[in-house]
């Protein structure tokens, strides 16, 4: 029997199936690095050390084991079905009657990198920027399309000592896809404590990276608030409409609101220069999602919309007008319709950030 174990990224981080399966091997198998994590419960087994590359080496070696009834335990670090050993192994035991194999998952770099930086996933894709066995253009190909969809992306293997232009690549497709201030979390787990920075594309460099950083790269709902890095979802904050907007609607449904820039105003430029007046008061009120500059005013209950400049651009008044005429029939639908609302808001969001850089 071979148990594909994934020992997580540290110590502290193994599951309990996986810290059952160890204990229960006869052999214990795995390149030396990630043995010496679990070198504690591995102690009194037949213990085999492989150098990195070896992994087809490591593969056979189990098997043989495997085969002399030996009960093996082949280490991955993070997941063995993510960059691991799983894949390699269920193509190498086709060539053998009678290898059992089971896979023991183990908590990912990704999920531990998101961890560390707060809560940057939502739908996301991660991929690995080593061209050892991809060929380069399918790396390039993923990156941009993931970038284009707006996946939050995780990206592994970012760079070796060798092995730099597809970094290189890869900064320059997010430059033109998503724009120099893309949000990017760096997570660097070369030492025992893992450190964490977050950045703008703009800002990486490669002396932040190396072989063991994984990097997330934000959608364009990414923020940072108190030093971490949040992706929203999307959930909607209950709240009654206020008499202010109530009032706006009942004038913007009439066609009685100002468009464009209301320099009549006595505000006016309340935000930012050119900016459009259309969304006076917005009908996403309160968003309760920090991606476009919004923020909670502590211990008020108050969500303040006073550093969103998003919602008065052209782009934006123009994409949003446009999907209110099915959403906002009465005032009423500001209330009843909030997770319509808040859905157009996300689509006009991906809309408007996803090319901004372009326009
Ligand atoms: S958005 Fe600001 S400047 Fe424009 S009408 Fe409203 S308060 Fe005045
Ligand atoms: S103005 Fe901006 S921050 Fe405020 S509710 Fe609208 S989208 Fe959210």
Aim: a positive charge; hydrophobic letters at 35%.
């Amino acid at each position: 029997m071979i148990n594909i174990i994934g020992i997580g990224p540290n110590r502290e981080n193994i599951t309990l199936s996986a810290f059952e399966a160890l204990k229960k091997a006869d052999v214990i198998i795995g390149y030396k690095k990630y043995i010496e994590f679990v070198e504690d419960l591995v102690e009194g087994k037949e213990i085999i050390k492989k150098g990195m590359g070896d992994e087809i080496a490591r593969g056979e070696l189990a098997i043989s084991k495997s085969l002399e009834g030996k009960n093996v335990a082949l280490i991955s670090s993070g997941d063995p079905g993510v960059y691991g050993m799983a894949n390699l192994m269920f193509q190498l035991i086709n060539k053998y009657d009678n290898v059992d194999v089971k896979v023991f998952p183990g908590v990912t770099a990704l999920n531990y990198s998101a961890s560390l930086l707060g809560a940057p996933l939502h739908d996301f894709a991660a991929i690995s920027l080593s061209d050892i066995l991809t060929p380069f253009e399918e790396i390039e190909k993923k990156i941009e399309y993931a970038a284009k969809a707006d996946f939050v992306i995780a990206i592994y293997n970012p760079i070796s000592k060798k092995r730099k232009k597809p970094f290189k690549r890869f900064k320059e497709i997010l430059l033109d896809v998503k724009g120099p201030e893309t949000l990017i979390g760096i997570v660097d787990s070369s030492q025992n404590i893992s450190k964490t920075k977050i950045v703008t594309l703009n800002q990486l460099n490669e002396d932040d990276i190396n072989m063991s950083t994984t990097l997330i790269v934000g959608n364009s709902l990414t923020y940072i608030e108190n030093g971490f890095l949040i992706t929203s979802r999307g959930y909607v904050v209950k709240s009654p409409i206020h008499p202010l907007s109530n009032e706006f609607y009942t004038k913007y449904l009439n066609g009685e609101t100002a468009t464009g820039s209301n320099v009549d105003c006595d505000f006016y430029p309340c935000h930012s220069e050119l900016q459009c007046c259309d969304f006076c008061y917005c009908p996403f009120y309160p968003c309760g999602d920090g991606s476009t500059g919004g923020k909670w005013i502590k211990n008020k209950n108050v969500w303040s919309c006073e550093d969103c400049i998003w919602i008065h651009k052209k782009h934006t008044v123009n994409c949003v007008k446009d999907g209110l005429k099915d959403i906002l029939k009465e005032v009423s639908d500001l209330k009843t319709n909030q997770k319509k609302l808040l859905k157009l808001r996300r689509s006009c969001i991906l809309k408007t950030k996803i090319n901004k850089n372009k326009e």
